[in-house]
């Protein structure tokens, strides 16, 4: 965490993504006595920020919100609260992979909590985190089923959540590279391949103008263009 604080102090990069980087370990480890100050930190750098339209500024403006404004939000005072942020993190800059497998583990037995047990930052995103880290370990009949209790989670009532659409979008296009590997059994596959078709072009055409929207629509794109 000192190092992030010194990239913080030197970085020409983005000041305001190691200082997010610097608080969702500290909340991660229960230090919270400054998650209140860090809050108002990050807002001050984003503000005379010359790279506010960048992917990295836009993704830390909107994570914000996740920090509390004052000490009365009980709820994010919570160290499985700041680690799901923590893996979030690994998952949206591809460094899941890189994890030891008592690391991925260890995210697992997190992640796979009760719903009612997840003091979750965005709906869904445990169990997305979840899926993604039992493709790591290969375990992928049950990614399978993690990456849909997310696409679940994340529709109330048959209407589904506007917030955080990041999460529905990466688990769609997840689900549908996991649909695309069954190879055992021709009728399966045929179903499969279909299903993956559907979740692509619903994650195309409904997600907009989220987290990294461009690096998934390219893949989306390419996925599509060769099953046609």
Same mark, same amino acid.
């Given at each position: 965490?000192?190092?992030? &604080?010194?990239?913080?102090?030197?970085?020409?990069?983005?000041?305001?993504?190691?200082?997010?980087?610097?608080?969702?370990?500290?909340?991660? #480890?229960? !230090?919270?006595? =400054?998650?209140?100050?860090?809050?108002?930190? +990050?807002?001050?750098?984003?503000?005379?920020?010359?790279?506010?339209?960048?992917? +990295?500024?836009? !993704?830390? @403006?909107?994570?914000?919100?996740? +920090?509390?404004?004052?000490?009365?939000?009980? =709820? &994010?005072?919570?160290?499985?609260?700041?680690?799901?942020?923590? !893996?979030?993190?690994?998952?949206?800059?591809?460094?899941?992979?890189?994890? #030891?497998?008592?690391?991925?583990?260890?995210?697992?037995?997190?992640?796979?909590?009760?719903?009612?047990?997840?003091? =979750?930052?965005?709906?869904?995103?445990?169990?997305?985190?979840?899926?993604?880290?039992?493709?790591?370990?290969?375990?992928?009949?049950?990614?399978?089923?993690?990456?849909?209790?997310?696409?679940? @989670?994340?529709?109330?009532e048959g209407i589904e959540l506007q917030q955080d659409v990041h999460i529905s979008a990466f688990a769609h296009y997840e689900l549908a590279m996991l649909l695309l590997r069954k190879e055992d059994d021709d009728e399966e596959e045929g179903e499969a391949r279909e299903e993956a078709k559907r979740l692509?072009?619903?994650?195309?055409?409904?997600?907009?103008?989220?987290?990294?929207?461009?690096?998934?629509?390219?893949?989306? #794109?390419?996925?599509?263009?060769?099953?046609?």
């Open positions: 965490m000192k190092n992030f &604080k010194e990239l913080r102090r030197c970085s020409l990069f983005s000041k305001s993504f190691y200082a997010y980087l610097t608080v969702i370990c500290q909340g991660a #480890h229960g !230090y919270f006595d =400054e998650l209140v100050r860090w809050r108002t930190e +990050i807002t001050e750098l984003l503000s005379r920020s010359t790279q506010k339209e960048s992917q +990295i500024e836009k !993704y830390i @403006a909107r994570r914000c919100s996740k +920090i509390p404004r004052a000490e009365t939000e009980q =709820e &994010k005072f919570d160290p499985l609260y700041w680690r799901l942020l923590v !893996y979030e993190m690994l998952f949206m800059w591809n460094a899941l992979n890189s994890c #030891h497998a008592s690391t991925l583990q260890a995210i697992v037995q997190d992640c796979g909590k009760p719903s009612e047990e997840l003091n =979750e930052p965005s709906i869904g995103l445990g169990r997305l985190i979840l899926g993604a880290a039992l493709v790591c370990l290969k375990r992928y009949e049950e990614a399978i089923r993690a990456f849909r209790d997310c696409i679940e @989670a994340r529709t109330d692509l072009v619903y994650a195309q055409l409904n997600y907009k103008s989220f987290d990294f929207d461009n690096r998934i629509n390219v893949r989306i #794109h390419s996925v599509l263009r060769k099953l046609n």
